[in-house]
């Protein structure tokens, strides 16, 4: 229903422009025909080349003169006998005129269906061979035409020979034309106007045409220059294996229907701008041997450019495409694989706006690609294409997925600001200039797995919604995330790097000390550069993530039993597993940094991963109770070797608590007070302890050191003949274990110290 009232509304339409024109009687006679005059005689006038003196229909003079005259009309035209060149008068013209009273006076040829007034003509129940006579030799009388100017301005230079068919309501187009050059514009084919396996030796032009049915110019030569310019096709229009040697211009046609151009030769110049096909439109294995532009073109169905070739270059800046679009890679029939469409030269599609699915699959893009600002609300595939020249998709907005997958770009690509909201896909690509993706935005999933990064690259300001994979991906030189914006969700960023290999610097800055577990296999050979940050904001960072790796697992167990009919054992098992992986993951990933950090002798730094590193190894459940327990035991005493403060006050509570038990063990051997009292015993019992700590082993010393000194030391290292009992053991192995803490204590603070100063 769409389909035929657009169908009658650009029928109307063109009606009411082909009556502005005039092509009534009275009008032809308003309309120059170019380069000719009319020339009286004593036998009458005749229709005259100016520059020539050739008369119509006549062969050239053997002296060339310039003709004098009054300026000849369209009117003339059809006046002048197409044999002599002499103009009739209306009594010899009594058959070509249809006359009515108070309507306008048209030739037959030009005699539209109804009047102004909406009666009609009774053309439509003449013959279709009505017209077949009196046009005849008009088409033998005609020239070749000569054109210059710029190509939206051209006019014949000297004589239009062209046959004038301009206006003409014809009841079909049919048959060869041979050498003639026709000028058919503002005619109506009344119905299916076929041409196929015509030649068009001479310039032909449609301009305005209407064809009211099927247009068949299956396998027709256009061998001079053909044009139709602001065309309407009604109905199917077939121009399949045509051959175009001259300049062939579609600006403006309107093809209510299909479309077909498949195998298609434009040896020249091409255009298609501000064209619109209702239908599908199929390009397939076309050559465009000269520049071919498609600017502001309307594809309202699907369009297929597949094997397509462009050997100069393309323009389809601003087009829209309602439909799939297939420039290589899929068939545009349901029984044959396509193959890829070549672009010699520059390929512009920037501004496009593509509806449906895109497809550029195994294409090959000789010179530079732009796709700057172009929308795509379907998914494109770029997938094994070959881009040589630079190509730009800054701005580019993507609705659907991106597939890139075994893609070159040799030279430099631009995505600056493009926004992808589909899943994007640029695994095994191979990038040998520099790559940007400044200030772009991915809305779900982008991939760069096992793609390589032979320039500079840079994703700075980059917004990483969904899942960022760059796992096994190789970078040659500088990489800059900076300021990048990660996912919210720590799953989307855990592994990020994963094998990654970055033989050049990583630049971080700006996107905050954070997300630790996505270098999780990476390899950094000349270090990262990450913000600088203060430890309590460090750690209340990795607090966070280390929460959310934990929190991630249980999301994990709830993605996996999705679906699926599964135990709650086995989900209870895959969230168990899953938390062992993600902390591991984050463990990796603190290790990685932390040895970028030593790399670049950033001791602070080196240690504070270094912690996270440990922290995140001890939340995990399988990990051995000794390493977990002395792994508690290091952080509290020493914040792992980070803090000087811990290892005196440590030193100094063990002092305390090793005095108060020695005090104890010493009533249990002499329950009766002794007569230096309480605080002798007391201290008595620090003086050991104090021994154990700064006389490390003191003791294992002999009972002389003792038994003079301190007689609470004597009583409980030694018995009443002063020899060593079991109890006097036990406390000799109680103090070399205080020892033993104290050195270690020792060596904390020192280890503390050194790496607060950074001392080698």
Not at 545 to 574: C, M, P, W, Y
């Amino acid at each position: 229903m769409a389909d035929t009232q657009l169908k009658e509304e650009r029928e109307a339409a063109w009606w009411k422009a082909w009556r502005e024109e005039d092509f009534s009687w009275e009008g032809l006679a308003r309309k120059h025909w170019h380069g000719w005059v009319i020339v009286s005689r004593d036998d009458g006038e005749y229709a005259v080349v100016a520059d020539t003196g050739r008369v119509y229909g006549g062969l050239e003079p053997e002296v060339p003169a310039r003709a004098e005259g009054r300026k000849a009309t369209v009117q003339d035209y059809w006046r002048a006998d197409p044999v002599t060149g002499r103009l009739r008068p209306d009594a010899a013209m009594a058959g070509e005129f249809v006359v009515v009273d108070g309507k306008r006076t048209y030739h037959t040829v030009h005699l539209p269906l109804a009047y102004e007034d909406g009666s009609e003509t009774g053309k439509a129940d003449w013959s279709i061979e009505v017209l077949d006579e009196l046009i005849g030799l008009r088409k033998s009388a005609a020239t070749e035409t000569a054109f210059g100017g710029e190509r939206d301005f051209r006019e014949p230079v000297g004589a239009d020979g062209r046959a004038q068919f301009q206006g003409g309501v014809w009841f079909r187009a049919k048959g060869n034309l041979g050498r003639h050059s026709v000028r058919y514009d503002f005619a109506k084919f009344i119905g299916d106007a076929e041409f196929e396996r015509s030649s068009f030796l001479g310039d032909v032009s449609f301009n305005n045409a209407f064809f009211a049915g099927r247009s068949n110019f299956h396998n027709v030569k256009f061998l001079g220059e053909s044009s139709f310019t602001a065309a309407t096709f009604s109905a199917d229009a077939f121009f399949n294996k045509s051959t175009f040697a001259g300049k062939a211009d579609f600006d403006r046609a309107y093809f209510l229907g299909n479309a077909g151009f498949e195998n298609v030769t434009f040896s020249e110049y091409a255009s298609f701008v501000i064209a619109s096909v209702s239908g599908d439109a199929d390009f397939g294995g076309a050559r465009f041997q000269e520049y071919a532009s498609f600017n502001k073109v309307t594809f309202l169905g699907e369009v297929c450019f597949s094997r397509a070739k462009f050997s100069a270059g393309i323009r389809f800046n601003g087009a829209e495409v309602g439909g799939v679009a297939r420039f290589g890679g899929v068939s545009c029939t349901k029984h044959f694989f396509a193959e890829y469409v070549r672009f010699s030269s520059d390929a512009d599609f920037g501004s496009s706006e593509f509806q449906g699915e895109v497809r550029f699959d195994s294409s090959t893009f000789a010179g530079d690609t732009d796709f700057q600002y172009a929308t795509f609300a379907g998914d494109i595939s770029f997938q094994h294409a070959t881009f040589s020249g630079t190509a730009r998709f800054s701005e580019s907005n993507i609705s659907g997925e991106s597939h890139f997958a075994g893609t070159t770009f040799s030279e430099d690509v631009h995505f600056n600001r493009a926004k992808f909201t589909g899943n994007t896909i640029f695994s095994d690509v191979n990038f040998r200039g520099k790559v940007s993706f400044s200030e772009g935005v991915c809305h779900r999933r982008i991939s760069l797995q096992r793609s390589t990064f032979a320039g500079l690259v840079w994703f700075k300001e980059f917004s990483f919604c969904g899942p960022m994979d760059f796992t096994a991906a190789v970078f040659d030189k500088l990489v800059s995330f900076k300021n990048i914006k990660w996912p919210q969700d720590c799953r989307h960023w855990h592994g990020a790097f994963d094998q990654a290999l970055f033989r050049g610097t990583l630049n971080l800055y700006g996107a905050g000390f954070r997300s630790f577990a996505a270098f999780d296999g990476a390899t950094l050979e000349r270090g990262i550069q990450l913000d600088e940050t203060d430890e309590a904001a460090a750690r209340k960072t990795f607090r966070s993530e280390l929460n959310q790796a934990v929190e991630a697992s249980t999301v994990d167990g709830e993605d996996f039993k999705s679906g699926k009919s599964v135990s709650k054992r086995e989900i209870a098992g895959h969230t168990k597993q899953q938390r062992e992986h993600r902390l591991r993951e984050l463990e990796r990933g603190c290790r990685v940094l932390k040895l970028a950090m030593e790399q670049a002798s950033h001791k602070s730094r080196e240690q504070l991963l270094y912690r996270f590193e440990l922290q995140a190894r001890r939340a995990q459940k399988r990990l051995p109770p000794g390493e977990k327990t002395f792994s508690y035991l290091y952080s509290w005493v020493s914040d792992y070797g980070a803090s000087m403060v811990r290892p005196f006050i440590a030193l100094f509570l063990m002092m305390a608590v090793f005095a108060a038990g020695f005090v104890g063990w010493d009533f249990a051997v002499d329950p009766q007070p002794v007569s230096d009292g309480w605080f002798a015993r007391a201290v008595q019992a620090a003086d050991l302890s104090w021994g154990n700590v700064f006389k490390p082993l003191s003791a294992l010393s002999t009972e002389n050191d003792f038994k003079d000194k301190n007689a609470l030391a004597f009583r409980l290292l030694y018995d009443e003949e002063g020899g060593v009992d079991l109890y006097g053991f036990g406390i000799r192995a109680v103090s070399t274990v205080q020892s033993l803490f104290a050195i270690v204590l020792a060596f904390l603070l020192a280890l503390a110290v050194r790496r607060r100063f950074q001392i080698s």
